[in-house]
């Protein structure tokens, strides 16, 4: 695996024998640390910038942990404090950073945002979600079913709600492993273009069968995985209650799901608007891996993290 020095912007960036090591290194991690072993500390003297233009939970504290837990020192940084493109130019900022710090991991609104800071910035940047992707999210989420299936080629995995940033990375990563992907979307939510067509593309060489359709019920119909999101992502709160009503039928719920096979598990990235998007007998019940995901954010970071800056 040769991940040094290299950018994670896409959850197409690296190759599926790149993901597959990835997916290994954090199964020794999760190990690891849950049989209280001590940690590797591949990132001993280095440090890491985490910067954030958006609000976060999961993403914040397993990002901090992961540094700080193979041994560097992670420094957290929050738009309130940074100003990115607006105190200051986002390629001074990358700049700066850069004199300092040996990776950026960065939450930005516009995906711009992080090419342009890739751009300046010589050490490797990280995606930590922007308004096009959110590869770490979705490397932890194909890592829990790598894990839960015991192998991800050839299984299904199918997003129902909106086609958004979430649902961009899992179809791209689900393309480079082999794994089939339905992606179903109220009429006008469908995902973007450019990224179904990588998506076919990638399947082309991986076998996967990626699927884009407007109907829940038929998406479930195969899926052994059934994914979705929130219906309005940060920033786009003010069109919440218009996606209310856009997304009616789309809510993950036990009828829904009454279509799918029988032994179908259910996920969601977090944070839930129970009630919305998915129910609570849902999204709490015993073939609900949605902890499991946000507890792997930590181990399949730490994989990457180590990859890309460890050694030396
Ligand atoms: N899933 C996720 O990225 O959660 P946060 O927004 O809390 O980081
Ligand atoms: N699509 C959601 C994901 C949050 C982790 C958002 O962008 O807000």
Request: with cysteine; glycine share 6%.
């Amino acid at each position: 695996m040769e991940l040094r020095g290299r950018d994670f912007l896409s959850a197409g960036d690296f190759s599926s024998d790149e993901v597959l090591a990835l997916f290994e290194l954090a199964k020794h991690y999760k190990e690891r640390r849950r049989a209280r072993q001590g940690h590797e500390m591949p990132l001993k003297g280095k440090t890491v910038a985490v910067l954030f233009q958006k609000p976060s939970l999961r993403t914040r504290v397993t990002f901090e942990l992961a540094v700080h837990e193979l041994g560097g020192y992670p420094v957290i940084l929050t738009q309130a404090e940074v100003g990115l493109g607006q105190r200051e130019a986002v390629k001074d900022v990358a700049r700066n950073l850069d004199r300092w710090v040996d990776a950026i991991v960065a939450r930005v609104f516009t995906h711009e945002t992080l090419v342009e800071m890739a751009e300046w910035a010589k050490a490797p940047v990280v995606n930590a979600l922007s308004d096009l992707e959110h590869p770490c999210q979705a490397l932890a989420d194909l890592f829990t079913l790598w894990e839960y299936w015991g192998d991800v080629r050839g299984h299904h995995l199918t997003f129902v709600g909106d086609g958004f940033n979430v649902a961009h990375s899992l179809m791209l990563l689900c393309a480079m492993l082999g794994t089939h992907c339905t992606v179903a979307t109220p009429k006008g939510y469908e995902p973007k273009e450019s990224i179904v067509r990588k998506a076919l593309e990638l399947a082309q060489k991986s076998g996967a069968k990626i699927v884009v359709i407007n109907d829940p019920v038929e998406a479930v119909r195969n899926a052994e995985a059934v994914y979705t999101d929130v219906w309005a992502s940060m920033g786009l709160e003010a069109e919440a209650e218009k996606r209310k009503h856009d997304f009616a039928g789309f809510q993950v719920n036990e009828e829904l799901l009454r279509n799918a096979p029988r032994n179908v598990v259910v996920m969601h990235c977090l944070p839930a608007h129970r009630g919305e998007e998915i129910t609570d007998e849902v999204l709490d019940a015993p073939f609900s891996l949605a902890w499991e995901q946000a507890e792997n954010r930590l181990h399949t970071q730490k994989a990457l993290l180590a990859a890309i800056l460890g050694g030396e």
